[in-house]
């Protein structure tokens, strides 16, 4: 071993992950990897091995893959139906049977802003407060309009001038205008109240 390294520039501490997806040479020895693997769902007809990234409606064929479909399938993964997308090596950036990679915190993370926005939406239509664009305003600005108009927010209320609101603000609505916004929230009143 310590030949080929003088030789020829080996390195004896290469494995098969760090020359998967290239023409190896005589010199690699048997080995065994890990590869992060994500369910998806096929937007179309998808055979194995096909390179695939995130399209509308599930995972397909597009300019900017980020991985394979199973390659050890069969036959053909039909449109809507599950398969394991194989991501490619070397492109995650965590890997302990749990991975992170870009493209898919990308996708993870507006799946989680739609989620939390449709909760924050239900919770505005169904509770005594302006609607969900008026408290994303006041909670955003933290201060809007004037005189009767006034809308603020501090430790304890969220006020409304001008506009009826009343009642509890639990802590998960909190938690999912954290989500929304991107931004932790150093002040997170329990009421709602106004000046009507």
């Known amino acids: 071993m310590n030949r080929r390294i003088i030789l020829e520039g080996g390195d004896p501490k290469r494995d ?34 096909e390179h695939v990234g995130f399209v509308e409606g599930g995972v397909g064929i597009c300019d900017a893959p980020v991985g394979i479909v199973d390659p050890f399938l ?76 006034h809308c603020y927010l501090d430790d304890e209320y969220i006020h409304f001038g001008g506009r009826d609101a009343h009642g509890d603000i639990p802590s998960e609505f909190w938690d999912h205008v954290e989500v929304v916004t991107g931004k932790k929230m150093t002040q997170r009143p329990k009421y709602f109240s106004c000046s009507c």
């Open 16 to 49: 098969a992950l760090a020359t998967l997806g290239t023409i190896i040479d005589e010199f690699e020895k048997r080995d065994a990897i890990h590869l992060a693997v994500e369910p998806a769902i096929a937007a179309h007809s998808l055979r194995p091995g």
């Open 74 to 149: 069969k036959s053909e993964v039909r449109k809507g139906e599950r398969f394991w997308l194989v991501v490619y090596p070397r492109t995650i950036t965590s890997l302990r049977h749990v991975w992170t990679h870009p493209a898919f915190e990308e996708e993870a993370t507006k799946q989680q802003k739609k989620d939390s926005e449709a909760w924050l939406r239900e919770f505005c239509r169904s509770a005594d407060c302006p609607g969900y664009d008026v408290v994303m305003e006041v909670i955003a600005k933290g201060n809007i309009g004037d005189g009767y108009d």
